[in-house]
Nanobody
Framework: QLHLAESGGGLVQPGGSLRLSCVGE????????MTWFRQAPGKEREGVAC????????HYVESVKGRFTISRDDSRRTVFLQMNDLAPEDTGAYYC?????????????????WGQGTQVPVSS
């Protein structure tokens, strides 16, 4: 059974950092584009960072560029999201997802595999 499991969330103060992890269980990540999404309270889920399995390039939405870094270790079936200089607007549930596509895209309908999410509240 294919499964993604996130970890690493928790309460953090503005300006702080967190590192999220996502482990693929039951499948190899080599064949998938891996993306981190987040969903703020009362808002739609949005993609924030994506890692291509074709050329291992990374893509970010404008609001997180320079602060977030996505990386992957396919040998460990793990994707990471390093988040620095966090702000209250980064608050939300963070999900990792896998898609059998060839380039990074943020349409949620393309992603067949989702984790259960990890909460990241940013507050003083």
């Amino acid at each position: 059974q294919l499964h993604l499991a996130e970890s690493g969330g928790g309460l953090v103060q503005p300006g702080g950092s967190l590192r999220l992890s996502c482990v693929g269980e039951g499948f190899s990540l080599d064949y998938y584009v891996m993306t981190w999404f987040r969903q703020a309270p009362g808002k739609e889920r949005e993609g924030v960072a994506c890692s291509s399995n074709m050329d291992y390039s990374s893509h970010y939405v404008e609001s997180v560029k320079g602060r977030f870094t996505i990386s992957r270790d396919d040998s460990r079936r793990t994707v990471f999201l390093q988040m620095n200089d966090l702000a209250p607007e980064d608050t939300g549930a963070y999900y990792c997802a896998a898609a059998s596509i060839s380039v990074c895209e943020y349409s949620t309908g393309l992603y067949a595999q989702w984790g259960q999410g990890t909460q990241v509240p940013v507050s003083s």
